[in-house]
C-alpha cells in the first residue's frame, strides 16, 4: 500500500536542464513531470517509448488497405461476386499473410 506524499520537494534547473528533462519525460509514457522526477529520483523504472518505422509503415499500410475494402461494393450472394473482386480479395488476403509474417519476426 503507497503512503501519503507528506513531503515537498523543491529544485531549481538552469533553462538547458529543464529543458533536457522534459525531453526524456516526452520520451517516457510518465503522465507528468511529477512522476517522471519521483521515479528518476527513487530509482524506479522509467518505461521509455520506441519508435519503430517500420511498423508505422506497416499500419500505414494496413490503413491504407482497410480504406480500400471499405470501399469495395459488397455482395449479399458470394456466388454473385465478381470473380476480379474474389482475385483482389486473395491478393489482399496473400499481403495481411506476408505483414503478420514480418510482424511475428520483428
Known amino acids: 500500500m503507497k503512503s501519503e506524499a507528506k513531503r515537498f520537494?523543491?529544485?531549481?534547473?538552469s533553462q538547458d536542464e529543464f529543458d533536457k528533462v522534459q525531453h526524456y519525460l516526452q520520451q517516457s509514457t510518465c503522465r507528468s513531470l511529477t512522476e517522471y522526477a519521483?521515479?528518476?529520483l527513487t530509482r524506479q523504472p522509467v518505461t521509455v517509448k520506441v519508435r519503430d518505422q517500420t511498423r508505422e509503415d506497416i499500419l500505414h499500410e494496413?490503413?491504407?488497405?482497410?480504406?480500400l475494402l471499405n470501399k469495395m461494393?459488397?455482395?449479399?450472394?458470394?456466388?454473385?461476386?465478381?470473380p476480379n473482386v474474389m482475385s483482389f480479395v486473395a491478393e489482399i488476403y496473400c499481403c495481411f499473410r506476408?505483414?503478420?509474417?514480418?510482424?511475428?519476426?520483428?
Open 9 to 13: 520537494l523543491s529544485i531549481r534547473l
Open 38 to 40: 519521483k521515479k528518476t
Open 62 to 67: 494496413l490503413g491504407m488497405i482497410r480504406s
Open 73 to 82: 461494393p459488397g455482395s449479399p450472394d458470394p456466388s454473385r461476386v465478381d
Open 98 to 106: 506476408e505483414i503478420a509474417k514480418k510482424c511475428s519476426q520483428s
